[in-house]
C-alpha cells in the first residue's frame, strides 16, 4: 500500500508540474498582433469635360467649345457628320433643341433648324453622292452655325475675333475688310482654302468666313447699324445672285 501511495505522489507532482508549466507559459506568450484592414477608397466621379464650356466660338471651318480658361475643349468642322456637335451642344445646354425642317430654295438645300435659344445648328442635307463625285467640300457644309445673341444661358457666342450679335458696325471697324463680303453680310475671321472645283477644272483658292448679318441687303450697313446675327460658315463672294 505505500508503493501505491508513493506512485499517487509522483503522478500528482506530475500532474502540478504540468499544469504550472502550462500557465506559465499562457502567461509570458506575447499577445498576437492584429491584421491591419485597408479600408476600401472610392474612385473620383468623372466629370465630363463639356460641363466646363462656357464659349462657342463660330470659326470659317468649325465650331470651338471653350472653357473658361481659354482652352479648347472640342471642336466639329462643319464638314464632319452632324450628330456629334448635336450631342455636345446638348450637353452644353442640358436641353433638346427645337427642331424645325426647312424646304430648299434655289441657292440653299432642303435642312433641320435645330434650337437652343439663341443658338441654331442648321444641318443641310446635301447630295452626298455629288458631293464625293465632284470632290465638294466647304462650300456645301454638312452644318452651319448661327448666334442670334451675345450670350445663351451663361455661354458666350462670339467669333475668333470677338465679335458678338448686337455689336455696332461702328465699333468694328479694325475688324471688316471691305473686301470681305459674304451674300448675307460683313465677313471676319477670313481664311482661304484650296478647294477643287470641277467647273474650273482643278484646285482653285477660296476664302470663307464668318458672317455678321445686318438689316437691309446693302454692302454697307448704316451708321447706326448692328449685327443682328452671327453665322459660319460662308463664302466670300464676288457677287450675289
Do not use: K
Request: charged residues 20%; aromatic residues 8%.
Amino acid at each position: 500500500m505505500m508503493r501505491l501511495r508513493s506512485w499517487g505522489a509522483v503522478l500528482g507532482a506530475v500532474l502540478v508540474s504540468g499544469l504550472l508549466a502550462a500557465c506559465a507559459s499562457g502567461a509570458t506568450g506575447a499577445e498576437p498582433t492584429p491584421t491591419p484592414t485597408q479600408s476600401a477608397t472610392r474612385a473620383p466621379t468623372p466629370v465630363d469635360p463639356l460641363s466646363g464650356v462656357t464659349v462657342l466660338v463660330a470659326t470659317a471651318t468649325s465650331l470651338q467649345l471653350v472653357d473658361a480658361e481659354g482652352a479648347v475643349i472640342e471642336e466639329f468642322a462643319y464638314l464632319d457628320q452632324p450628330e456629334q456637335v448635336l450631342a455636345a451642344i446638348e450637353q452644353v445646354f442640358d436641353a433638346a433643341p427645337v427642331d424645325e425642317e426647312r424646304p430648299g430654295s434655289n441657292h440653299t438645300p432642303p435642312s433641320t433648324a435645330h434650337t437652343w435659344g439663341e443658338v441654331e445648328i442648321e444641318v443641310r442635307h446635301y447630295d452626298e453622292e455629288q458631293r464625293e463625285a465632284e470632290q465638294i467640300g466647304l462650300s456645301w457644309p454638312r452644318f452651319a452655325v448661327y448666334f442670334d445673341a451675345p450670350e445663351y444661358d451663361g455661354v458666350e457666342l462670339t467669333t475668333p475675333s470677338g465679335v458678338h450679335a448686337g455689336d455696332a458696325f461702328a465699333d468694328l471697324e479694325t475688324e471688316l475688310d471691305p473686301e470681305d463680303w459674304t451674300c448675307v453680310g460683313s465677313a471676319v475671321d477670313v481664311v482661304t482654302l484650296d478647294e477643287y472645283v470641277e467647273l474650273q477644272g482643278g484646285m482653285v483658292e477660296r476664302e470663307y468666313g464668318v458672317a455678321l448679318h445686318h438689316d437691309g441687303w446693302n454692302a454697307t450697313p448704316a451708321d447706326d447699324a448692328a449685327v443682328v446675327w452671327i453665322g459660319a460658315p460662308f463664302a466670300v463672294a464676288d457677287g450675289c445672285a
